[in-house]
């Protein structure tokens, strides 16, 4: 991961711009901009943290977009107001701030620098030695996300049509208490349906979901007799589930 990290920051210059409409982008773009770091990093942490849900709040007492933790991390990075986290661009400020400084910290190991964004700094050695197994786990989990991101929202030379994220709806198929339960379904999922599109998220709770990604009603008239046929419980997956209504400011 941490040549996988060192790579993505070394051609940032050449990464695809975002063509879709994402919550609250002006946000991620300000805030990428002001720390010097790619919008896609703030992005993928904001995807595997909250979802872009900006009232997110986690069992471990961290709100909005970027999961900032009350009022320990929040009042290190001058917010000293609860409800300034709710605020979406308050709160992805404040964790571009963070991504930055622990980048600064760890001499540019990005790998290490997420790793103390989720298990805080004084859990995170400089130099080589081996981090937490969880610490290491969240790394790749951003890194899958930011994967997402450029496999279905990055521009291409030959894309015409612009994805609407606040359009698309996730139907949840399985919910594990362990990650690596998460992952192993999700790659048994993806080879047994490669025409669809599976993801999966972390919880605030600290679940695991995996979910199916339903773009437009024409996808899901592909998607949900292949999910009835495979055993998932027909009464969750149907047209009616599905409104394709916008469900996020932008």
Known sequence: MQQRWRAFLEQQEHQPAISARLPYLHCFQRAAA????????????????????ANAISKANAHGLM???????????GIYRLADLYQPCRNVAAGGRYL???LQRYDGDLHRALAAYNYGPSRITKGDAPIPDGADWY??????HLQSLLGRYAATATSQRQTDFASEQKLLLVEFSRPYRAEAMLAHLTARF??????WFRTPAQRFRVVVVIADKHAAKQALPLLKAAGFDSRDFSERHLTFKKKSRL
């Open 34 to 53: 002001a720390q010097q770091l790619p919008t896609l990093l703030l992005l993928a942490v904001a995807r595997g943290e909250s979802d872009f849900d």
């Open 67 to 77: 999961q900032i933790q009350w009022p320990g991390t929040a009042n290190h990075l």
């Open 100 to 102: 930055k400084e622990l």
């Open 139 to 144: 790394s790749r989990y951003i890194y899958r």
């Open 194 to 199: 490669p025409a669809l599109h599976f993801d």
